[in-house]
């Protein structure tokens, strides 16, 4: 069973940056996609941002060209890096691990993940 561990949040002003690290308990590198997602209260996890085994990325359209998914495989740790960062973008922020994708988009999906850390939070002040 894989653990995650989820670090880096933190309250920020409008504009500015934070890294969010996601260290897992065993080597994810060739084994397991891991994405970010973050949540709201009242809402359902939305998806972020994901890291594939062969280095690739994908991102939510709302996030992309501010926020960049990248991997450590010596550290297993897999880091989200967010910059110009809105007040639309607190949230509590959670990676995740997955090795199966029935569908070509279920990436998108939390539902498809196996693996959780506890999440740490965001707050963006204007």
């Known amino acids: 069973q894989v653990q995650l561990v989820e670090s880096g949040g933190g309250l920020v002003q409008a504009g500015g940056s934070l890294r969010l690290s996601c260290a897992a308990s065993e080597r994810t590198s060739s084994r397991y996609v891991v994405g970010w997602f973050r949540q709201t209260p009242g809402k359902e996890r939305e998806f972020v941002a994901v890291s594939w085994t062969s280095g690739s990325a994908n991102y939510a359209d709302s996030v992309k060209d501010r926020f960049t998914i990248s991997r450590d495989n010596a550290k297993n740790t897999v880091y989200l890096q967010m910059n110009s960062l809105k007040p639309e973008d607190t949230a509590v922020y959670y990676c995740?691990?997955?090795?199966?994708?029935?569908?070509?988009?279920?990436?998108?999906?939390?539902?498809?993940?196996?693996?959780w850390g506890q999440g740490t939070q965001v707050t963006v002040s204007s």
């Open positions: 995740a691990a997955a090795s199966y994708f029935p569908l070509t988009d279920s990436y998108l999906r939390a539902i498809t993940y196996r693996y």
